[in-house]
């Protein structure tokens, strides 16, 4: 494994399907009474969020107490970081309190990176979202949550060869389309981004996808649609002439979602805008599995924290007490 | 007045000749030269130039003293070779009355190692609403011929008409930031492949282009005279190449960083990469080596954008855009034109020396090497090669993108009107 998570790009086939084997002896954890693990005993795991995010901070920090980590959380607002304080200060300050990982969360795209390249400090980073850079554990969720459904909970070493995933929606300020372009085709898979133009960066041509504007045409072959979140601001600057015709063109609703196959599975990555992006009847059928992705969020957090900060053996029968321990 | 003999230099890279300066004045030029009680200087191997002229410099002061003077830009212009610099407008306050140019001329002439003329703003604080005052300048004791609001695009159509057409009554030209504002909002590096990638916002190479183009036709239509500043991409040398084609009087200029850097280093987020306008492809960097080559491009400059340490020493968003580049130009410019045979030392002396001086109106700078001439000079020696060690620049910022970089040149000697300001590669 790696020593950092900054980018789903920077994962080998072997890796990504190391972290969904692990992440799915994480989920087994999960199903106990007592959903907690020792590996992370006595290592202290800094939450560092320039930029709010309930839920990915809560889904990092549910991760790190699953491990029995210590969990500081150090949010930038009304904090030192509002008074001017810059990264590197940060993050040199958080080195000399003994932090062993630091969760990033940033709005500038690269910040993560920085942070793990110019020698600010020592402890393994985990991107937890850059900019519309990359947010490689949601890519990762996403994967775990599309080979647990395509593929089967025994799917173990089992990659996403050939199965068929579309994107649609704001690709151009999605950091979790980056990322999952990055990770899908890592792991076999064949993606197509569906988005008007104006929502699709220069120089997608030369990415590892299909592009297509017609979703109703992409549905018919698609194992998974993930619906990515438009933002209603997007509309004020051009990037679409109204949510009406928006919705229209690239919303999922029920008619539309009956052209997938029966197999098929809508995913979001949260928060949803309902009625624009996605109906309420898609939203909820079970064909929907955004409330899984959440959970499979933590679990997938888990196996990442345990292989980066050592584990390299199975995480949950390293886990298991020994004899002399019982006694 | 002291003399000095420049003993076996080639003079713009051609004929080995001795040249003999006489206080401010070159006295002669030629074999076998007496030297008398002249200080001798042993120039064997090197290569003589006209002083170099910087049309683009940012010093900083006033306000940013602490990421550059006058003095300290001075002194590092000297060790690049420079003679004669021209000061950007955009300091704290902004060069926008005579009052604060005449302040920056003044301090220039005080440093003793680089003349310096302030180029004023085009408009009021670079706001881009109201006509500075554009002839107070001009006939201040600074003389301002050069103006320009960059850092900013003068970007309403009808301002930047009416600055070309006033500048005319003397003999002024306009310096264009070609940088469509709307069309860049949000953008941090070139937009383009790599832009997708990394997920910071693009530049694209039309919001500059756009400008150009319309900065053209509108010089065309007044009958004045337009420099664009730091062309980037290669759309911008066509549209410069049509202008010229058509008689339009357009010059343009063409920074180092430009000429060898492109949009593939950004990939490390290293700020120090980060500039406006941005690095651009393999592409544009080609065609505007052929477009300097061939006069397309008039000039280099070096758009020498001094920044201290903690505003690049941070992630790439937060950071300040721009590079120092007057120590380093030369050897840039000797690696991207010379070793690739796309430009001999002549051609290196009238782009960045003659033609600058000709824009900018730089009195007695870029002058022939021949007798009778001010005594501005630089010594290169061309064989030296080395890493750029920025420890060792006068400049009071070291955001150089060379650093560890081997490049070719060393400027060993500068003569300000005849008197040393560099000797042996330290400054006098």
């Given amino acids: ?221 698609s194992d998974a649609v993930m ?80 292989l980066l900060l050592g584990g390299n053996e199975p995480a949950v029968s390293h886990a298991r007490p020994t004899d002399s321990e019982n006694k | 007045m002291s003399t000095i003999l420049i003993r076996g230099a080639k003079v713009l890279g051609g004929d080995v000749q001795d040249v003999l300066i006489d206080g401010e004045t070159i006295a002669a030029v030629g074999t076998g030269l007496d030297a008398g009680d002249a200080t001798v200087v042993d120039a064997e191997g090197q290569i003589l130039l006209p002083g170099l002229v910087d049309l683009h410099t940012h010093l900083r002061e006033p306000g940013r003293e602490d990421s550059e003077t006058v003095l300290t830009g001075t002194r590092a212009a000297a060790r690049g070779g420079y003679t004669s610099v021209f000061a950007m407008a955009n300091t704290f306050p902004v060069a926008d009355t005579a009052g604060v140019v005449e302040q920056v001329w003044r301090l220039g002439r005080e440093s003793g190692y680089c003349d310096v003329q302030p180029i004023g703003a085009v408009t009021v604080g670079l706001e881009g609403k109201q006509l500075a005052e554009l002839g107070a300048m001009h006939d201040s004791a600074a003389g301002v011929t050069v103006f320009s609001d960059d850092g900013k695009c003068v970007h309403d159509a009808v301002i930047m008409r009416r600055a070309l057409e006033y500048v005319k009554a003397f003999g002024g030209v306009v310096a264009q930031h070609a940088q469509e504002p709307r069309l860049t909002e949000g953008a941090q590096m070139n937009e383009g492949v790599v832009s997708a990638e990394l ?75 980060k500039v406006n306008p941005p690095l651009r492809t393999e592409k544009d960097v080609m065609a505007l080596r052929e477009a300097l080559a061939d006069g397309t491009i008039d000039i280099v400059a070096t758009d020498h954008a001094p920044h201290p340490h903690e505003d690049k020493d941070c992630e790439w968003a937060a950071a300040a855009m721009g590079m120092v580049g007057l120590e380093t130009a030369l050897s840039v410019v000797q690696h991207t034109m010379v070793e690739t045979g796309l430009l001999d030392w002549a051609g290196v002396a009238d782009r960045m020396a003659h033609k600058p001086a000709e824009i900018g109106r730089a009195q007695g700078h870029g002058r022939p090497v021949s007798a009778g001439e001010p005594a501005n000079l630089t010594l290169v020696d061309p064989a030296y090669r080395g890493e750029v060690n920025p420890a060792g620049f006068a400049s009071r910022s070291r955001n150089t993108p060379y650093e560890g970089r081997e490049l070719p040149g060393r400027v060993t000697h500068t003569f300000l009107r005849g008197r040393a300001t560099l000797v042996d590669g330290k400054l006098a």
């Fill in chain 1, 1 to 221: 494994m790696m020593r950092h998570l900054i980018s789903a790009a920077d994962l080998t086939r072997d890796d990504a399907v190391l972290i969904l084997d692990t992440t799915e002896e994480m989920a087994r954890v999960s199903d106990r009474p007592i959903k907690k693990l020792p590996a992370l005993r006595g290592r202290t795991i800094c939450n560092l969020f320039f930029e709010d995010s309930t839920r990915t901070r809560i889904s990092f920090e549910a991760a790190e107490k699953r491990l029995s980590a210590d969990v500081i959380n150090f949010a930038a607002k009304g904090s030192s970081v509002s008074k001017g304080e810059s990264l590197k200060d940060t993050a040199q300050t958080l080195e000399a309190m003994g932090v062993d990982a630091v969760v990033i969360r940033h709005s500038a795209s690269g910040a993560p990176y920085r942070l793990a390249t110019s020698g600010w400090i020592d402890a393994p980073v985990i991107n937890a979202g850059d900019g519309t850079h990359q947010h490689p554990t949601q890519a990762l969720l996403d994967a775990f949550t599309m080979r647990r459904r395509l593929v089967g909970e025994d799917a173990l070493g089992q990659d996403l060869t050939g199965k068929r995933i579309t994107l649609v929606g704001d690709v151009l300020h999605s950091r979790v389309a980056r990322s999952n372009v990055d990770l899908l085709h890592t792991l076999g898979a064949d993606v197509t981004l569906v988005a008007p133009p104006t929502l699709l960066p220069v120089g997608v041509e030369h990415w590892t996808c299909d592009v297509s504007y017609d979703l109703d045409a992409v549905l018919l072959k």
């Fill in chain 2, 199 to 273: 997920g910071l916002g693009g530049w694209p190479a039309v919001a500059e282009e756009s400008i150009i183009a319309r900065d053209v036709l509108l010089a065309e239509h007044v009958g004045s005279r337009v420099h664009i500043c730091h062309l980037s991409t290669a759309g911008s040398v066509e549209i410069v190449r049509w202008a010229k084609s058509r008689g339009i009087d357009v010059t343009a200029e063409v920074t180092p960083h430009h000429l060898l850097l492109t949009d593939e280093l950004v990939r490390s987020y290293n700020p120090v990469y």
């Fill in chain 1, 227 to 306: 619906m990515l979140r438009v933002q209603r601001e997007r509309m004020n600057a051009a990037f679409f002439p109204t949510e009406r015709e928006y919705s229209r063109r690239y919303g999922l609703d029920g008619e539309r979602m009956a052209k997938m196959p029966e197999h098929g599975i809508v995913m979001h990555p949260g928060p949803m805008v309902r009625g624009m992006e996605i109906t309420a009847e898609v939203a909820d059928s079970d064909r929907c599995t955004v409330v899984e992705q959440v959970a499979n969020g933590v679990h997938t957090r888990m196996a990442v924290l345990y």
